[in-house]
């Protein structure tokens, strides 16, 4: 059974890093792409970032230049790098782990930006 489990979050200044971690047990083999997304209170789910199976990867407008997303197959893991974070960054972000079949999605985790 596939298990989608994100880490990471928590309470930053604005200006600060911080790393998600979206980790994948029972990989399936027809995976293709693991995709960040965040949801702010009140707000829409939205794209942040998606890796593909062949490592391409691609970038909401309004986090290119700060946030990097990679992965490490030997650990089943997908990372997203927050860097520069600013006060609307805030939301919970999931990953979201996409087969031929379906999709799998994690609990969240909260990032908060804040002085």
């Known amino acids: 059974q596939v298990q989608v489990v994100e880490s990471g979050g928590g309470l930053v200044q604005p200006g600060g890093s911080l790393r998600l971690s979206c980790e994948a047990s029972?990989?399936?083999?027809?995976?293709?792409?693991i995709a960040w997304f965040r949801q702010a209170p009140g707000g829409q789910r939205e794209l942040v970032a998606v890796?593909?199976?062949?490592?391409?990867?691609n970038y909401a407008d309004f986090v290119k230049g700060r946030f990097a997303i990679s992965r490490d197959n030997a650990k089943n893991t997908v990372y997203l790098q927050m860097n520069n974070l600013k006060p609307e960054d805030t939301a919970v972000y999931s990953c979201?782990?996409?087969?031929?079949?379906?999709?799998?999605w994690g609990q969240g985790t909260q990032v908060t930006v804040s002085s």
């Open positions: 979201n782990l996409y087969t031929s079949v379906r999709t799998y």
């Open positions: 029972g990989f399936p083999s027809d995976y293709y792409a």
């Open positions: 890796i593909t199976s062949g490592g391409i990867t």
